[in-house]
C-alpha cells in the first residue's frame, strides 16, 4: 500500500474522524512488519504543525495518538505479527520520546522540557480480578469499598490497590488478579506481602494461605515485598523457576515472550531452583535461567532498571522492543 494512503488513514484515525473500517485497516497496517517507519514518519509531521500554541499541542497530540495505537487490541493474527505489533509500539515510544526532548532542548526547555518528559507516561492502574468460578471484576470501574471474592471473604479496593483480608480462616478459593497491556495495580496478599504487577502481567494465589507455607504463580513481571513468617516460607512459581523466601524484597520477570525468567534480589535473600539446578541469591545478585537448557546463571543486577517501572520511571538502557511494547 502506498505510503499516502497511510499517512490519509493516520490523519483521519488521529482526527477521530475515522470509519469503523478505516480504524481496522490502520490498525492492520500498524501491525504488518515494516510500517513503523511509515508511522513513525506520520507522527514527525504531526510534531512538525506549528499551531498558535507553539510545541504544546503537537507533543500532546502525538504522544495521545501513539498512547491510544498501544492501547488497542492487535488485530488476531499469528504470534510473528503479534510481535511485530509490539515492536512498532517500542520503536515509536523512542522515537516520540526522543523527539519531543530535541524540541524542548531546542525551544531553551522551560515548561517544554516538562511536556516532554511527560510525554512518555507509565503504565494507568488497571487490572481484573479473576475468581474460582471464572467470574470477572473489573478493579479499575468497580471504584473503591468491599468486594466479594467468594466463599465469605471479601477484599477492599482503594485506588490503585486491592487488600486482602489477612485475619480470615475461611476455606481458601484461587483469585488471579491480571493486568492489561499498559496497564499495572499493587495487592496485598492475605499474609500482608505486598506485590506490584507491571503490565501485561498476572498473579494466581489462595485468598487463605495454609498454615505452613504460602504458594503463588506469576506470569509477567512481579514485584515482591513478602511478609517475614521464617515458619511459613514463601514460593513463588514462574513457568519451570521457583523462588523460595520467608521474607525479602525481590522482582521476577517471566515473560513468555523473552528468552528467559530473571529474578532479581534487592533485600534479604532467596533461594532459586529449576530444572535440576538451584542458586543462592545475595541482594544485587540476579538469576537467569533461559527458556532452553538447565542451567541458572547469576549475574550482578542493575537494580535501578530493574525496579524502573515498579517506581513508575521509563529505564531505556538495554531494553528491548517487546518489553517496552507492553
Not at 184 to 198: A, E, I, K, M
Not at 260 to 274: D, F, H, K, P
Not at 311 to 326: A, D, P, Q, Y
Request: net charge negative.
Amino acid at each position: 500500500m502506498k505510503a499516502s494512503r497511510f499517512a490519509h488513514l493516520f490523519q483521519r484515525y488521529q482526527s477521530g474522524q475515522a470509519t469503523p473500517e478505516e480504524v481496522k485497516e490502520f490498525l492492520d497496517l500498524v501491525a504488518a512488519s515494516g510500517q513503523d517507519d511509515a508511522l513513525k514518519e506520520a507522527i514527525g509531521d504531526l510534531l512538525e504543525t506549528e499551531p498558535a500554541d507553539a510545541d504544546r499541542m503537537p507533543v500532546e497530540s502525538a504522544g495521545k495518538v501513539l498512547s491510544t495505537i498501544m492501547e488497542e487490541e492487535p488485530p488476531r493474527r499469528n504470534r510473528t505479527r503479534i510481535i511485530a505489533w509490539s515492536a512498532v509500539a517500542a520503536g515509536l515510544l523512542l522515537f516520540l520520546g526522543l523527539t519531543a526532548l530535541w524540541r524542548a532542548q531546542r525551544n531553551g526547555g522551560g515548561d517544554n522540557a516538562n511536556i516532554a518528559r511527560n510525554a512518555i507516561t507509565p503504565g494507568k492502574d488497571r487490572a481484573v480480578l479473576v475468581l474460582d468460578d471464572g467470574s470477572e471484576i473489573d478493579l479499575e470501574r468497580s471504584g473503591n469499598g468491599a468486594i466479594g471474592v467468594q466463599h465469605g471473604l471479601q477484599a477492599q479496593v482503594s485506588g490503585n490497590a486491592v487488600q486482602y483480608d489477612t485475619t480470615a480462616s475461611e476455606q481458601p478459593t484461587f483469585n488471579t488478579i491480571r493486568t492489561p497491556r499498559g496497564g499495572q495495580f499493587r495487592v496485598v496478599l492475605p499474609d500482608g506481602s505486598r506485590v506490584w504487577l507491571n503490565a501485561a502481567s498476572s498473579i494466581r494465589f489462595p485468598t487463605v494461605f495454609s498454615e505452613k507455607e504460602r504458594r503463588v504463580e506469576v506470569e509477567g513481571e512481579v514485584y515482591f515485598e513478602v511478609a517475614s513468617r521464617p515458619w511459613q516460607p514463601f514460593y513463588v512459581k514462574a513457568d519451570d523457576m521457583q523462588v523460595q523466601v520467608t521474607g525479602t524484597h525481590f522482582n521476577v520477570m517471566a515473560y513468555a515472550d523473552e528468552s528467559g525468567i530473571e529474578t532479581t534480589l534487592i533485600e534479604g535473600g532467596v533461594r532459586v531452583t529449576g530444572r535440576g539446578d538451584a542458586a543462592l541469591l545475595t541482594p544485587g545478585l540476579q538469576a537467569v535461567m533461559g527458556r532452553s537448557g538447565n542451567s541458572i546463571n547469576v549475574r550482578k543486577a542493575d537494580v535501578d532498571r530493574v525496579i524502573a517501572w515498579k517506581e513508575g520511571r521509563f529505564e531505556f538502557r538495554e531494553i528491548s522492543k517487546v518489553s517496552c511494547g507492553r
